[in-house]
C-alpha cells in the first residue's frame, strides 16, 4: 500500500522518475481496486433484478463509486506512467499511445459497414484494420518499456530513483 499512497500524493507530479516498483505495485492495487468495486457494482446490479423493490437505486450508486473511483485515479496514473517512461529515459509523449486502439476501433465500428459473406474489403476498410493492428502492437511496445529496467545513473530526467531510494 506504501507505493499506492506515494503515488497519489505525488498526484499530478510528470517530472522526475518512477521505479518499476512504484509503477507496477501502484498499477496492481489499482487493479485490485477497480476489481473490487466492478464486483460490487455486478453484485448490486444483479440482486436489484430480484430483489429490489426500488431497482435502479443500488446499482447507480455503486456505478457512480465506480466512475468516481476511475476518474479520481485517472491523473495519478497518467502521472507514474509518465515518470516510469523517464526512468527507461524517454518522454512522456509515448503515453499518447494509450489511446489510439480506442480511436482506431471507433472509426472503424463509425464508419464502415460489415461486408457481405463472401465478398471483399474495401480499401479504407484494410487501411484502418492495419491501423487498428498498428494501434494493438504500440500496445505492446508500451508495455516493453514499462516492464524494462531503470536507465542507470541520471539521465535527461533526474536521478536514478532507486539510488535515491536506498
Known amino acids: 500500500m506504501h507505493w499506492y499512497f506515494t503515488v497519489l500524493k505525488n498526484y499530478a ?48 450508486g455503486s456505478s457512480v463509486v465506480f466512475g468516481l473511483y476511475n476518474l479520481a485515479v485517472l491523473i495519478p496514473a497518467v502521472a507514474v506512467s509518465v515518470r516510469r517512461l523517464h526512468d527507461t529515459n524517454r518522454s512522456g509523449w509515448w503515453m499518447l499511445l494509450v489511446p489510439a486502439p480506442h480511436i482506431t476501433l471507433a472509426l472503424a465500428l463509425l464508419t464502415h459497414r460489415i461486408p457481405e459473406p463472401g465478398g471483399s474489403l474495401s480499401s479504407s476498410s484494410v487501411i484502418l484494420l492495419s491501423l487498428t493492428l ?29 539510488i535515491s531510494t536506498l
Request: proline letters at 5%.
Open 13 to 60: 507530479l510528470f517530472g522526475g522518475r518512477a521505479c518499476r516498483r512504484e509503477f507496477w505495485m501502484f498499477m496492481l492495487i489499482n487493479w485490485l481496486i477497480v476489481f473490487a468495486l466492478g464486483t460490487i457494482n455486478g453484485i448490486a446490479t444483479s440482486a436489484e433484478k430480484h430483489y429490489s423493490a426500488y431497482p435502479g437505486i443500488l446499482s447507480r
Open 134 to 162: 498498428l494501434a494493438f502492437i504500440s500496445q505492446i511496445v508500451l508495455l516493453i518499456f514499462m516492464v524494462q529496467d531503470s536507465q542507470p545513473g541520471v539521465n535527461r530526467y533526474s536521478p536514478n530513483p532507486k
